[in-house]
Every structure is written in structure tokens, then in C-alpha cells.
């Protein structure tokens, strides 16, 4: 689970920015609260808020980057995509900085990198066990002007050690040890990556489902929690199916391609995550033919009659809930711990949609350890009844143009209390920052009145 995420130097994320998942010491809602390795409480969920621009897709797009630095390395000579804040009058700072703090099973992860576009400035890893933190290793600059970074390990690898201190002399400049030691097989740091790779999730406003009708077709439970959650929500949807056909390509050589991933077990599940089209996956048959699959919504009219409709015959809010429902069935009880963040939840939802559906995620208790985080702006969801004051973000952009992230958690009691069940009228109203702010309603054309102009 994640603990605490910190950027520094990205975007408009120019001051050390922390988004922390540690609970406070409120008793509000103790199921969304999970007791980890070291008796670290939890939490379970986390909405971003604030205004258009605020920064609080920067915040995603932070954990994206550093995840992805981890997930790919850099290849030979390539620069290291930063982007650091620029709006300052001097030359900017050159290097950005993550840092991540993951629990898994029993071991704290402490990890954290700082990068320039050319190299990798810094990079460390801590694991705490049994109270006891090591020193997984070390990476610096030896001296000013240094081209090249020194790596030093701890005392963690046993008869490993020589192999994994070639593998750090090995190391490029651009490339991160973490990701070249998981490449080179150092077992010791395989758990983290796997994380990165397997178990963090993100998801922007168009990003779909990949394998959706794949995993419809070879799971009937899964496609029974789709229909299930598309009828409660009101969509008209009665039913799913999956309808197959030969490959959208005869070309050898795509065909030859495909089954050469398939023949790799590490890679076969790459072939369901193919899209074609909205709602269509590839996959292999038993005898190895590749086979396109498509899913279709089913409407029932009359009382005999139902008729099948593609994906891209459907509402985008249909389409959408369709694409996200997918991450209430992966955090069930008893299954891998995931984190999911997702851009702008409500996307194509009715206010309504997006609280049945954080409900639902809600619902599944201290039980699921997964993880939600997510970017809104459905003001509906603004409730100490559904969410804890810990829960609840706000970004803001100051007068240099600099965002800044903080929590509900941060007032003072008796505010909140005064508001009471007024939360969201008290957001809207400006009482915790984070909001548009519109100068001269006239400029808008709205009347002091309210009425349109």
C-alpha cells in the first residue's frame, strides 16, 4: 500500500509536495482505515480538489513519470523526460525529485530519485522490518562536476553481493539502478518494481480498460459484476456479450509476431491488453489462432425482443462507468493489493454515478486493502457522512503561479463542526481555497442578480 508520495521540482509542484495516506487521529469511518507492517494505519481512499489549472492533474502526472522512469529505464544516451517548474525569473532548478514510501507484507520501502535531463542525480532505498530499517543502497555524486554517480550498497545481499556490485558499476548515468537491477535479476529488489510495474495503477480520463471484452469472455463472473453495476446504474443495459471473429489482419508477419509473444509466458497476457476499437481485444485460441473478441451491450424492448449494441453505439458515461467498474471487481477482499488513480473521476458521470460508485469502493471495508486516488471536481462527493477529513485534498495556485496541496485534515475541528453537514456549500463558498476564483462576475455575463445577462 501506498504511504506517502512526494514531488518536488515538477511542473507547477515547484516546493516539496507531499500527499500522505497515513491516517489522522480521526475516528470518522474506520473501515477506510487499514492497519499495515508497524502498525501504520492507512487510508483506503484520497479525492483531489481544486480549480481548473490548479495543478492537481500534476500531481497524477508526477506519480506517472516517476513510475514510469521505474516501470521503462532510459535507453542509451536518450534524456530523462523532467520537466521542472520554469515560471521563475532566474534559470530553473535542473533536477526533480520523487520520492515514494510503499508497505508490502511486512517491509516499509523508502524510495526516492532526483534527476536532471542527463543523468541521474540521487536515488536511495531504505526497507524497514521489524522496527529495523536497512540501507538498501545509495547512490550520489562523488564530488562536483562528477559525470558519473557511485552506488553503494548495504549489507542485504549476502552471497549476492559481488554480482550485485558489478551490476552498479554497470549502471548508465541516465539509468536508474533500481530498474537495472531488476533487469540484471537482484531478487532483493525485485518486490518494489514489481509494485510499480503490477500493482500501481493510473488511469487518465480517456485511458480504457484494456482487455475488457477478453476478460468478459474467459471470466463469467466478471461479466456478471459488469451487468450487475450497468443495471443499477440505470443505463438501460441488460446484458453483455462476446461475439468473435477471425484477426483485423491476414498479414503474416503481424500473425507470426503475435504468436511469438504468446510463446513467451511472460508476455502472453500482453495480447488481451490489445485494443481494437472501444470495446475489442485480441487473444489466442487454443489451437494458437489469433482471434478478435467484441463486446456488445444488450437492451431488452418489449417483453421478447432485445437488441445488441456496440460500444460505440453507447453514451459515453455508459461507456465510461464500463471502463471503471473493472477496478471495484480487481479490489475485492482477498485479492492483490492494488492502487488506482484515476484523473478526473467524475468524467462523463452524473454526480450521482460517481457516489454510487466511490460507495461501492467504500463498501468493500479494511477488508480490500486496495487503494483509490483520485482527481474530481463532483463537489456531491464533499461529505464527513461518506469521506474522513483526511481523505479530502485540496490544490491551489498561489500568486507565483506555484500549486500547493493540502488536507481537510489540516482545520481546525471546530471550523468543520460549524459547517457541519454544509461541507460542500463551505467549499463552494471559498472556505478552503481551491476554487475559481472569477474577478468581476460581469465579465462572465452574470448579473449580481445570478440571472444570465
Known amino acids: 500500500m501506498l504511504v506517502q508520495f512526494s514531488v518536488e521540482n515538477y511542473r507547477s509542484l515547484r516546493d516539496k509536495t507531499v500527499l500522505s495516506m497515513l491516517a489522522s487521529a480521526d475516528e470518522r469511518h474506520p473501515e477506510h482505515v487499514c492497519t499495515v507492517a508497524g502498525g501504520l494505519r492507512v487510508l483506503r481512499c484520497a479525492l483531489l480538489y481544486g480549480a481548473n489549472a490548479s495543478g492537481k492533474s500534476n500531481v497524477v502526472k508526477a506519480l506517472w513519470e516517476a513510475a514510469w522512469l ?22 530553473p532548478s535542473p533536477e526533480t525529485r520523487f520520492e515514494f514510501e510503499v508497505v508490502l507484507g511486512e517491509r516499509r520501502y523508502s524510495y526516492g530519485i532526483s534527476v536532471s535531463a542527463k543523468r541521474v ?13 536497512q540501507m538498501y543502497f545509495e547512490r550520489s555524486l562523488p564530488k562536483a562536476g562528477a559525470a558519473k554517480t557511485e552506488i553503494r550498497l548495504g549489507d ?12 552498479a558499476q554497470g549502471t548508465r548515468p541516465e539509468q536508474p539502478f533500481l530498474t537495472e537491477a531488476d533487469e540484471r535479476e537482484v531478487e532483493q529488489l525485485k518486490p518494489l518494481v514489481h509494485w510499480f510495474r503490477e500493482q500501481l495503477n493510473i488511469i487518465n480520463p480517456d485511458t480504457p480498460y484494456l482487455g475488457l471484452a477478453v476478460h468478459a469472455q474467459a471470466d463469467d463472473g466478471f461479466r456478471r459484476f459488469l451487468v450487475d453495476m450497468l443495471s443499477i446504474a440505470g443505463t438501460g443495459v441488460d446484458g453483455l456479450k462476446v461475439e468473435s471473429e477471425g484477426p483485423p489482419s491476414d498479414d503474416e508477419n503481424w500473425i507470426r509476431s503475435l504468436k511469438e509473444i504468446a510463446s513467451d509466458s511472460q508476455r502472453r497476457a ?46 459515453d ?3 465510461r462507468l464500463l471502463h471503471l467498474t473493472p477496478i471495484l471487481y480487481s479490489l475485492r477482499p482477498g485479492q492483490i493489493p492494488e492502487l488506482f488513480i484515476i484523473d478526473e473521476l467524475d468524467r462523463s458521470l452524473h454526480p450521482l454515478l460517481t457516489r454510487m460508485f466511490l460507495q461501492r469502493f467504500l ?14 471536481h463532483d463537489t456531491n462527493l464533499l461529505s464527513l457522512a461518506l469521506l474522513r477529513p483526511d481523505e479530502i485534498w485540496f490544490v491551489e495556485k498561489d500568486a507565483e503561479k506555484v500549486s500547493h496541496l493540502y488536507s481537510l485534515a489540516e482545520f481546525k475541528p471546530e471550523q468543520l463542526e460549524k ?23 460581469s465579465q462572465l455575463g452574470i448579473s449580481k442578480d445570478g440571472e444570465a445577462r
Do not use: M
Open 363 to 376: 463498501a468493500l471495508g479494511s477488508g480490500s486493502p486496495g487503494q483509490l486516488i483520485c482527481t474530481t
Open 156 to 167: 542485504v545481499y549476502g552471497e549476492q553481493r559481488q554480482r550485485v556490485e558489478f551490476v
Open 70 to 91: 521505474i516501470e521503462n529505464g532510459i535507453r542509451p544516451g536518450n534524456k530523462l523526460p523532467v520537466a521542472p517548474f520554469r515560471l521563475v525569473s532566474g534559470k
Open 121 to 133: 542525480e540521487s536515488e536511495w532505498l531504505f526497507v524497514t522490518e521489524n522496527s529495523q530499517e
Open 270 to 315: 500482453e495480447i488481451g491488453r490489445v485494443l481494437v476499437g472501444k470495446g475489442g481485444g485480441l487473444h489466442l485460441t487454443a489451437d494458437e489462432r489469433p482471434e478478435l473478441v467484441k463486446l456488445l451491450t444488450t437492451h431488452t424492448v418489449g417483453t421478447e425482443k432485445s437488441v445488441d449494441l456496440e460500444l460505440a453505439e453507447e453514451s
Open 419 to 441: 459547517l457541519g453537514d454544509n461541507l460542500e456549500q463551505g467549499y463552494l463558498n471559498g472556505r478552503f481555497g481551491a476554487i475559481p476564483f472569477f474577478g468581476n462576475p
Open 317 to 319: 458515461g455508459t461507456v
